[in-house]
C-alpha cells in the first residue's frame, strides 16, 4: 500500500472512531441535585409509590442514597414478592393487566441486576416465567400479520426482553420477531407517530441480545435492527438538539452510547443533546423522578446495557439532603387558569383561580372544589395520570391528552406542569 493508500485508511479509521456517542462529563454539583431530588421519594414505600426505575437510575449513576438504597432495594423485594403470589401459576383465571404491569415487573428485574443479584430458585424462576408469560400473551395479541397491538405497549415490551436479555434468560425467536417487525415497521410502534422512548428502548434491548449472544438465528436482523433504530432516534433530533423532546433525549442517548455507527453525524449529534440537555437541567425541566432516573445513568456514561455485568463496586459520591430555605411568607398571587373539556357533554369551560405556581394538578382539584368538574387519576412510575374527567373513564387504547390551547401537547403530567397566567388547557379524550 502506498503512502496515500496508507493515510486514506488512517482517516477513514479516525472517521469511523468519531462517530462514537460521547457524552463529556458534566459539573458533578448538577448530578448531585439531581439525585438529591430523588432523596424524598425513596421515603415513599406503599406499592403504590415504589419505582424500580430510581433505583436502577442510582445504582447506574455517580451518586448514590446510601443506607437508603439498600432499604429501598428491600421494600421493592417485599412489595414484588407479594404481589407475585397474586399471580400464582395455579390460577388460570390469573389477571394479567393487574398490578404490577409487565414493565414494572421488568423494571424490578433490572433493578435486582442493578444490585448484581442474579435470578434463581423458587422465586427468581417464578418471575422469569410470569414474565415471558406476560410476552407471550402479548405477541399473540399483536398476532401472527402483526396486525394488532399489545395490551401494553411495545415500550414495556422492549422493556421486558431487555429486563430478561441482562439476566442471560432467553425469550423465544418470535417473541424477539415481533419486536423486530415492528422497528422494521415503524408505523406499528406508536401508530404512524414515532415514539423515541419506545425506539430506543427496543434498540437498547436488542443491544443485550447481541452482546449476549442470545437468540444467535436473528442475528442478522437484530444488528440491522439496531442501527435502523438509532438512524431513527438521529432523524428525530430537533433544531434544539433534543432527540424526540427533552424527555425522550435521555433513553435517545442510551442507546446511541451503546454502539459506535460508522457514517453519521453521531459525536456532533450527541454533544448538540448534551448541550440541549445542560441548558433544560438550568431550566429546572428535570423535576419527575422517573425522568430523573432515566437521565442520571447517562451522565456516567452508562446505559441500561451495562446491566450485564455491573460494576456494583464502582466509587459513588454519598448524596446529602437538601437544605431547604425557608422563603419570607408571602401573600400568594393568583392567576387565571381557563379549563376546557370539548368532548363532553355540555362541554365545560371555566377559569380557574389558583396561587401562582400551582400545578395543573392543582387547578383541577380547584375545579372540582367548585363543583360542575370531575377527575380521577391512577399511581404510575411518572406520577398521577389522568383515567378520567367527568365521569368519563378511558376505553382500550384511549388516553386525556393534555393540551395547552390551541393545540399543543404538553410533556408533563398534571403535577409537574405548572400552567401560566391566562393559559387555556384543554382535556381532549384521544386514541393511540
Ligand atoms: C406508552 C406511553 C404513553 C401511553 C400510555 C398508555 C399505555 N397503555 O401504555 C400514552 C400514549 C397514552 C401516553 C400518554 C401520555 N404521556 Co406518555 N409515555 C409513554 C412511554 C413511551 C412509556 C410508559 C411506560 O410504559 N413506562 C413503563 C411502565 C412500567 O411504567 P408505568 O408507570 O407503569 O407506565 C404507565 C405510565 O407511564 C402511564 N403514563 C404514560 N405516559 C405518562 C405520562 C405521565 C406524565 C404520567 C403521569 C403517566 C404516564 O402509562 C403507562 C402504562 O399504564 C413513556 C416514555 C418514558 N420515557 O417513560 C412516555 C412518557 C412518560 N409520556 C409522557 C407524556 C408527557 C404523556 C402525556 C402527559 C402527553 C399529553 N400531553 O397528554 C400523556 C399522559 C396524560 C394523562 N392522561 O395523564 C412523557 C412524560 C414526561 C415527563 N415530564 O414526565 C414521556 C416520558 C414521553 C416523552 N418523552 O415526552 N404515554
Known amino acids: 500500500m502506498g503512502r496515500l493508500g496508507a493515510l486514506l485508511l488512517l482517516l477513514g479509521a479516525l472517521g469511523a472512531l468519531a462517530d462514537i456517542c460521547n457524552i463529556p462529563e458534566v459539573d ?70 393487574a398490578k404490577p404491569s409487565m414493565g414494572q415487573l421488568a423494571l424490578y428485574m433490572l433493578a435486582l441486576k442493578a444490585n448484581c443479584e442474579f435470578i434463581g430458585g423458587h422465586k427468581g424462576d417464578r418471575l422469569v ?44 425467536d418470535s417473541v424477539v420477531g415481533k419486536l423486530l417487525y415492528a422497528v422494521e415497521h415503524d408505523h406499528h410502534l406508536h401508530r404512524g407517530h414515532l ?30 435492527a439496531i442501527r435502523t433504530a438509532q438512524e431513527k432516534v438521529l432523524k428525530a433530533q430537533t433544531p434544539e438538539g433534543y432527540f ?32 440541549a440537555l445542560l441548558a433544560s437541567l438550568q431550566d429546572g425541566a428535570f423535576q419527575n423522578a422517573l425522568m430523573i432516573s432515566q437521565l442520571l445513568p447517562v451522565l456516567n456514561h452508562k446505559s441500561y446495557v451495562d446491566l ?34 370539548p368532548s363532553v357533554w355540555p362541554p365545560y369551560r371555566h377559569s380557574i383561580s389558583v396561587p401562582a405556581g400551582s400545578s395543573l394538578e392543582e387547578v383541577l382539584m380547584k375545579a372540582q372544589e367548585l363543583g360542575g368538574f370531575m377527575y380521577g387519576t391512577q399511581a404510575s412510575l411518572s406520577g398521577p395520570y ?28 398534571i403535577a409537574d406542569y405548572r400552567p401560566k397566567d391566562g393559559e387555556t388547557i384543554e382535556l381532549r379524550l384521544v386514541t393511540w
Open 308 to 341: 450485564i455485568s455491573p460494576d456494583c463496586l464502582a466509587p459513588r459520591v454519598t448524596l446529602e439532603p437538601a437544605t431547604v430555605t425557608p422563603s419570607p411568607m408571602q401573600v400568594p398571587e393568583f392567576i387565571h387558569v381557563m379549563l376546557k373539556v
Open 28 to 97: 458533578s454539583s448538577l448530578v448531585q441535585t439531581l439525585g438529591q431530588r430523588l432523596l424524598p421519594w425513596m421515603d415513599q414505600l406503599s406499592l403504590e409509590h415504589l419505582n424500580p426505575s430510581i433505583y436502577v437510575g442510582l445504582r447506574l449513576s455517580s451518586v448514590e442514597a446510601s443506607t437508603k438504597e439498600a432499604f429501598y432495594l428491600h421494600s421493592l423485594k417485599v412489595d414484588y414478592q407479594q404481589s407475585l403470589l397474586r399471580h400464582a401459576p395455579s390460577d388460570d383465571n390469573t389477571d394479567l393487566q
Open 244 to 275: 424526540g423532546n427533552v424527555y425522550s433525549t435521555p433513553l435517545a442517548l442510551q442507546l446511541l452510547m451503546t454502539s459506535p455507527m460508522p457514517g453519521a453525524e453521531l459525536g456532533t449529534a450527541c454533544l448538540n443533546a448534551r448541550a
Open 129 to 172: 416465567s410470569l414474565l415471558k408469560r406476560f410476552l407471550e400473551d402479548e405477541k399473540r395479541s399483536i398476532g401472527h400479520d402483526h396486525k394488532g397491538q399489545p395490551h401494553t405497549s411495545y415500550y414495556q415490551y422492549g422493556l421486558s426482553i431487555l429486563a430478561l436479555c441482562v439476566h442471560q434468560k432467553r425469550v423465544h
Open 386 to 413: 389522568l383515567t378520567s374527567v367527568m365521569g368519563k373513564e378511558v376505553g382500550e387504547r384511549e388516553f386525556w391528552q393534555l393540551i395547552r390551547a390551541p393545540d399543543t401537547p404538553l410533556q408533563q403530567g
Open 195 to 224: 415514539s423515541v422512548d419506545t425506539v430506543a428502548v427496543a434498540g437498547l434491548a436488542f443491544t443485550c441480545l447481541q452482546r449476549s449472544n442470545l437468540n444467535s438465528d436473528l442475528r442478522h436482523r437484530i444488528t440491522l
